[in-house]
């Protein structure tokens, strides 16, 4: 068992809320985040005036309405029950979790007020494998994710829905098949639970771990189009890239020269006639390392998130105020959401281009058609293959457009500019998805090319990656549905289990 996720407030990392969401690695409340916690409600109970939005005022547009302290409690309640009206699918398990982590840690860095007692029976839920159905449509990311994070507070009270071993339950028979007691809520909590940007966070958080691993499984799966189609690696020439330093584009050069080390194809074609390759190939390391940078940028933007106070109002403790405040809304995260999908949605253009070009035989230099035997005309191999590989690449195109450039009014105008974080992120995860498959199609096409050139064989890397890619889909030598082959190499480069393989026979190699 890996050592728990300590929260605190200020240490949460991106690869933590993978191993959390998708590893089930445990979490517990650490003593900093507990002392900040108790701090902050011992400060907002002892400073609370007559007119304390959140905690004796109505909300949005109700702000001016005073309530009386003995419903205080109802009011907090109600505002879980009010806000909980989300609709559509619910999101994925692991979104779900992950924003129940990043939600649990925030309320830990001792900004809003909530009670210890609280963050710990959050920590226990997420512990128990409890998963509040949360529906995925509702959030305009204006005061983070109201509707959404709603839905996931309402089991802590015993009311709403979730799942328990894959089985759909209410939020009281959930927290008794734990072993766990509903909370009251104290004055403030309902919003301290329901007030910042834990679900589009939670999904950029997920994406950019899958993110990171297309970008270098990008780079993987053209050095064995290079192979296939008998390019050149010079343009992957360290002197080149050196000319223009750009840190994302020296990384993929160097890594592709490294995939293809030791290729005895490369020897044998290095005195051909051949002066310039397809752009798709002699300009990948420009293309991918675009995508790699920008996969930077959006990652330090998520990294301060993951440990920000994005509540309203703030507790802040070493300025003794209790202050409305602007933290919760999402644009630095729907920004970054919406340049995620087009990084990742360029990957997948270019890899298409050289799937197409090693299926077409007026560009593969000598491949087969389709790259498999004709036999007369009763195969027509990977030809389809590419369609989908187009099919997904247009798609993403559509879904490239940003998110974060909308905004419509809510709550009546005092919300009159809104982040559209959450349809960012649901449009990027659905980009990620869609070009795990794309690259998974190029990797197929190229494992079934690089055989037509033996006996000469590839690179380490390429030769390491195309025996995986054969423990998953065996080389196609007559016509059968291939659709179970490219979700489970798909699969494999979500699990991050092809990247392994391949660092395993080039430790430290690609960057």
């Not at 025996?467 to 490219?486: G, K, M, P």
Request: one cysteine or more.
């Amino acid at each position: 068992m890996p050592a728990a996720v300590e929260l605190t407030g200020e240490h949460l990392a991106i690869d933590d809320v993978w191993d959390v969401a998708v590893g089930r690695r445990p979490v517990v409340l650490g003593a900093r985040g507990r002392e900040r916690a108790a701090a902050a409600r011992e400060f907002l109970e002892s400073e609370v005036g007559d007119h304390t939005y959140g905690v004796n005022t109505g909300f949005g547009r109700f702000v001016s309405e005073s309530i009386p302290p003995e419903q205080a409690a109802e009011l907090q309640l109600r505002l879980l029950r009010s806000h909980a009206c989300g609709v559509g699918e619910p999101y994925p398990e692991d979104v779900v979790r992950a924003a129940m982590l990043l939600r649990a840690n925030t309320l830990a860095k001792g900004y809003s007020g909530a009670r210890v007692e609280t963050i710990e029976l959050l920590v226990r839920v997420l512990g128990a494998g409890i998963v509040p159905r949360v529906p995925s449509r509702g959030s305009v990311g204006a005061s983070g994710d109201l509707a959404p994070l709603a839905h996931l507070a309402l089991p802590l009270v015993g009311e709403g829905e979730a799942t328990v071993d894959g089985k759909l339950v209410t939020g009281a028979e959930a927290l008794d098949a734990a072993g766990l007691t509903p909370i009251t809520l104290a004055p403030k909590e309902g919003l301290s639970l329901i007030n910042g940007t834990q679900f589009m966070t939670a999904m950029a958080s997920l994406a950019l771990v899958r993110a990171r691993r297309l970008a270098r499984v990008a780079d993987i799966a053209c050095a064995m189009s290079v192979e296939a189609l008998q390019g050149t690696p010079m343009s992957f020439h360290p002197a080149i890239h050196a000319a223009r330093p750009l840190p994302g584009q020296t990384r993929s050069a160097a890594a592709l020269r490294a995939l293809l080390a030791g290729s005895a194809i490369v020897e044998a074609h290095r005195w051909c006639d051949k002066v310039q390759d397809a752009y798709s190939l002699r300009c990948a390391p420009q293309v991918h390392g675009a995508s790699r940078d920008l996969l930077d940028h959006v990652e330090s933007s998520v990294a301060v998130e993951l440990n920000a106070a994005t509540d309203n109002p703030l507790v802040l403790l070493e300025e003794e105020m209790i202050v409305s405040n602007g933290n919760f809304h999402g644009q630095p995260i729907a920004i970054g959401l919406d340049c995620l999908a087009i990084a990742c949605a360029e990957l997948a253009s270019i890899s298409e281009r050289r799937t197409e070009r090693m299926v077409n035989p007026s560009l593969s230099d000598g491949l087969p058609p389709f790259l498999v035997a004709r036999e007369e005309g009763l195969n027509s191999g990977f030809m389809i293959l590419q369609y989908v590989a187009a099919a997904l690449v247009s798609e993403n195109k559509a879904l490239s457009h940003p998110g974060s450039v909308d905004s419509i009014p809510t709550s009546a105008g005092q919300e009159d500019h809104v982040s559209m974080g959450n349809g960012a992120g649901l449009k990027a995860l659905q980009v990620v998805s869609n070009v795990e498959r794309v690259l998974a199609i190029e990797l197929l096409a190229g494992a079934q090319a690089v055989e037509f050139l033996a006996p000469l064989e590839p690179g380490i890397g390429v030769r390491a990656a195309r025996s995986f890619v054969r423990t998953l889909s065996e080389r196609v030598r007559e016509d059968r549905s291939l659709s179970a082959d490219i979700e489970r190499v798909a699969d494999a480069i979500r699990d991050g289990s092809l990247l392994a393989a391949v660092e395993r026979e080039l430790p430290e190699a690609l960057p």
